[in-house]
């Protein structure tokens, strides 16, 4: 089965700190994604990653910055953390390019950052 | 972005048939039908997902409607573990948009013993 890490389930942080979430997929996919989750809001897309060192926004890219040096490790970064970030962050990834709206993605468990 | 619609919860007894419907009356003629669901305190977990035809897997089934203006996702047996959030996406099988999975507020399903 395919198998994608979060770094870490719980992090607390404190306003303006750095932080860094890492994600790392096991099965070579070519997607990756970051999503976090609001109570009453859903899944919201911040970033997504179709190859190594690309990046594009997703819906609410403010606030974020992403970083894929390696296939397989999508890592999403707040330059300054803000009590509005603390939220749950989801990793997700997706098989091949071809026909993405047919292919599955597979998701970690979660990131549940609180920020101070 | 054509939207679904879902109940916002619905109820089963274990071991009994749950059919979980969704409306996308706004459907393209390229949006694949995806359903995941997320267990609580977990990560979204992919269930199925079709195009045209019913499909069929271990964990679930999905009916199609003709038109494809909605669509019934249908766990055959339900048990305590099937309880969870479940959401119907649609996804343009090619496109910026179909890198992208939309997840509305989905229907929260709970198994009654």
């Known amino acids: 089965d395919v198998k994608v890490t979060q770094s870490s389930r719980y992090l607390v942080k404190r306003t303006g700190e750095k932080v860094f979430l890492e994600c790392v997929q096991d099965m070579d996919h070519e997607n990756m994604f970051w999503y976090r989750q609001d109570p009453g809001l859903g899944l919201r897309l911040i970033y997504f990653s179709y190859d190594v060192k690309m990046k594009e926004k997703g819906d609410i890219p403010e606030g974020y910055s992403v970083s894929r040096e390696k296939k397989e490790r999508f890592s999403l970064i707040l330059e300054s953390a803000s009590t509005n970030q603390t939220s749950m962050y989801l990793c997700?990834?997706?098989?091949?390019?071809?026909?993405?709206?047919?292919?599955?993605?597979?998701f970690g468990a979660g990131s549940r950052l609180t920020v101070l | 972005d054509a939207k679904t619609t879902q109940p916002n919860s619905m109820e089963s007894n274990e071991e009994e048939p749950v059919h979980l419907p969704c409306n996308h009356s706004?459907?393209?003629?390229?949006?694949?039908i995806h359903w995941y669901r997320q267990l609580p305190s977990q990560g979204p977990e992919y269930v199925i997902h079709g195009l045209t035809s019913n499909v069929n897997n271990r964990m679930a089934s999905l009916a199609i409607a003709e038109d494809r203006k909605s669509s019934t996702l249908i766990l055959h047996r339900a048990t305590l573990r099937d309880a969870a959030v479940y959401y119907c996406?649609?996804?343009?099988?090619?496109?910026?948009?179909?890198?992208?999975?939309?997840f509305g507020k989905g229907t929260k399903l709970s198994v009654i013993p």
């Open positions: 996406i649609l996804r343009p099988y090619s496109g910026a948009g179909s890198y992208q999975l939309t």
């Open positions: 706004t459907i393209s003629g390229t949006d694949y």
């Open positions: 997700a990834s997706s098989r091949s390019r071809t026909l993405p709206g047919a292919n599955v993605l597979t």
